[in-house]
């Protein structure tokens, strides 16, 4: 029943930056528990950021310091801030969710966006 719809998605050049967002809808957790993923075309899923039940971010090394997850609870929306793209950033980049239980993230991301596509060119 849960929805989760992805959104800021492009093209640019190496160098510029895009924000992507992810609203979530049809239950009451919404956005507690929530990552992003990517893959490109022959390659495997990889994280790049999650956002814990309290707010705490973790960031792959491979995106840190040119990537921000956060979240506006009242708008139901995920977002990540990407500056400094590379063409390696290339992707299609997921919203996913897990679940929450006694004020913490457990289990795996069961519940996934159908994505946006993230272009970087040279």
């Known amino acids: 029943q849960v929805q989760l719809v992805e959104s800021g998605g492009g093209s640019v050049q190496a160098g510029g930056s895009l924000t992507l967002s992810c609203v979530v809808s049809g239950d009451m957790y919404r956005t507690v528990c929530m990552g992003w993923f990517r893959q490109a075309p022959g390659k495997e899923r990889e994280g790049v950021a999650s956002?814990?039940?309290?707010?705490?971010?973790t960031i792959a090394d491979s995106v840190k310091g040119r990537f921000i997850i956060s979240r506006d609870s009242a708008k139901k929306t995920l977002y990540l801030q990407m500056t400094s793209l590379q063409p390696e950033d290339t992707a299609m980049y997921y919203c996913?969710?897990?679940?929450?239980?006694?004020?913490?993230?457990?289990?795996?991301?069961?519940?996934w966006g159908q994505g946006t596509q993230v272009t970087v060119s040279s």
């Open positions: 956002i814990d039940a309290n707010g705490r971010p």
């Open positions: 996913a969710r897990k679940s929450v239980l006694g004020g913490i993230c457990v289990g795996s991301f069961g519940s």
